[in-house]
């Protein structure tokens, strides 16, 4: 086992080209269960900064799965 590379999981100008190689995984925060039972809101936070959501998206590989949460 080699040592561990730094991969980040949120740039401002993420590459499409190779992202997944090139970041991190992150998910997105979820709501606390017990303020979700009384509305019907998304259960995912609101707050979802910009700069994770393209990086995130720079990590498809566009395979046409059409379900895939990766």
Known sequence: NGPKVFRPTRIG????NGGF???EREGIAYRD????????K???EDAR??????TQSARCM???T?????
Do not use: M, S, T
């Not at 059409?66 to 990766?70: D, K, L, V």
């Open 13 to 16: 100008n993420a590459i499409k």
């Open 21 to 23: 190689v090139k970041y």
């Open 33 to 40: 269960p017990a303020a979700r039972v009384n509305d019907w």
């Open 42 to 44: 998304e259960v995912i």
């Open 49 to 54: 900064p910009a700069e994770l959501l393209k």
């Open 62 to 64: 566009d395979c046409g």
């Open 66 to 70: 059409p379900f895939c949460h990766q």
